[in-house]
């Protein structure tokens, strides 16, 4: 008989006994008996997963985030000895799930999904999207961004200019089962208004004098994936009439006549202007506004993100080192709060090219200190106050703090040696200034123990060994875990 529900089952390398041949007259079956589950297929009505260990594999979890709210039918043998509270915590950590036993009563079709809360994203997994430095503003964002790219829904994008909306976009795309498809992005700003209708809804040959040949348009270059539409407030009124019909009927109509054709897209806008009051002002149409208003996100400015700007500072840092081909660089801890405390009107986009800028005009230094961002203080509005800089902001930048502090033993005001009067022992201050230096090369360059080596002079060999002899191994900054160290 043609099964009218398919259910893809994970094994996760146990036996199904044979199961599915008498549960095949009920649904469409999809086996997969890897160690490591598949994705299941996009149809899929049930997800059946079997469930004796004491926890999900991290490759199950990793997988959640894809599959939107798919309603997931635990399996257990029976006669199972019970599984313990925190194993049915870490079990229904996987949100939509119900419990089932192996045998042949069939699993009844209708399941619905259950609330729960999605496993997150792990450091590679944010990377992979494009973001970085998830703090509690932008991981609002991105919840919501998740929630909507596993539906077909419209997304309206928000904020000021350069905080990342086409960033969120793409990532949305990405999160979506549409992920292999095309992702078109127009920038509604830069096309001409007598050249708008055009581009996005196509035309024939002969529509108008330069028609030569018949061209499809973004709507249908976009078929089966995401279109997004930046700075959508600017689209001309002729053309909001015809968007509206494309998102009320799913079909598109070229110009020049001819039949409409069928599009199957996911449209994403973006906008730095508030859309409401250009409504009010009669340059934009409600009915389409409430169109595009399905799913709003609205994203922080930089201000708002200010924990965040050293880990963007740092990655715009190797970014633009090897897009420039440049040896690597490294932000002295002294720079991060002064990044913190800048207004950024412009956002992230100022930020990548501040640090794009001083990059470039370094040159052969290998640290980047105060000074190669002053033309920052430049461009401040006379009469603006920045924000107080933070006095402890990382622990690379506290351990910056502690190199060498004032009325330390055998130091003087100027930071010349001297000697007290009651003498000193010269081993030891010799040991707590090599000490200090090689700490202070390991906060300014974040851990990263060949680069420190390198400001001091030293072979890579020589810092290790002197640093297991200074016992220094346990000090190393904590923003250092996971850095290259080539």
């Not at 490759?59 to 894809?66: V, W």
Request: charge should be negative.
């Amino acid at each position: 008989m043609n099964a009218s529900h398919r259910l893809h089952w994970s094994t996760l390398g146990e036996s199904s006994g044979g199961l599915e041949h008498a549960w095949a007259s009920a649904w469409e079956i999809s086996l997969d008996r890897g160690a490591s589950p598949a994705l299941p297929p996009r149809d899929t009505d049930l997800w059946a997963i079997n469930a004796s260990g004491n926890e999900p594999p991290p490759s199950l979890l990793r997988l959640l985030g894809e599959v939107g709210a798919l309603p997931i039918l635990l399996l257990r043998e029976p006669g199972s000895s019970p599984l313990s509270p925190s194993a049915l915590a870490a079990w229904s950590r996987l949100g939509s799930v119900r419990w089932g036993l192996m045998q042949d009563e069939i699993p009844q079709a209708g399941l619905r999904p259950l609330s729960g809360p999605s496993a997150p994203f792990t450091p590679s997994q944010t990377l992979g999207l494009g973001l970085v430095g998830l703090g509690p503003a932008m991981a609002s964002v991105v919840a919501r961004a998740r929630a909507a790219a596993a539906t077909r829904a419209t997304v309206m994008l928000s904020g000021e200019s350069g905080t990342g909306k086409e960033v969120i976009a793409r990532a949305i795309h990405q999160m979506s089962e549409d992920r292999d498809q095309p992702f078109v992005a127009v920038h509604c700003g830069a096309i001409p208004e007598n050249l708008v209708e055009s581009e996005l809804f196509g035309y024939n040959k002969g529509a108008f004098t330069d028609a030569r040949k018949d061209t499809p348009g973004k709507f249908r270059e976009a078929h089966g994936g995401t279109l997004f539409l930046d700075e959508v407030g600017t689209m001309p009124l002729a053309a909001q009439v015809r968007m509206l019909r494309v998102l009320q009927e799913r079909e598109v109509q070229p110009l020049g006549g001819g039949s409409p054709v069928k599009v199957d897209v996911r449209v994403v806008t973006a906008t730095n202007s508030d859309l409401w009051k250009k409504v009010q002002e009669g340059s934009f149409r409600e009915d389409l506004f409430y169109r595009l208003d399905v799913v709003p996100i609205q994203l922080p400015s930089l201000r708002e993100r200010r924990d965040e700007v050293p880990f963007l500072a740092q990655h715009f840092l190797n970014r633009k080192a090897r897009e420039h081909s440049l040896y690597p660089k490294a932000l002295h801890p002294s720079v991060d709060p002064l990044l913190m405390s800048m207004p950024w009107p412009g956002n992230v986009r100022q930020l990548e090219n501040a640090i794009e800028r001083a990059v470039v005009l370094a040159g052969g230094r290998p640290v980047l200190t105060r000074q190669d961002f002053a033309f920052l203080m430049e461009r401040i509005p006379e009469g603006e106050v920045l924000a107080e800089e933070p006095s402890q902001w990382t622990a690379a930048g506290q351990q910056q703090e502690e190199v060498a502090p004032a009325g330390s033993p055998g130091y003087e005001g100027g930071g010349f040696l001297g000697i007290p009067p009651e003498g000193l022992d010269l081993n030891h201050v010799v040991s707590e200034v090599e000490r200090n230096l090689m700490l202070q090369s390991l906060a300014i360059t974040r851990g990263n123990k060949k680069r420190a080596a390198e400001l001091l002079g030293l072979k890579r060999t020589t810092f290790l060994e002197k640093m297991k002899r200074l016992e220094l191994e346990d000090e190393v900054p904590e923003a250092a875990e996971g850095e290259t160290e080539g």
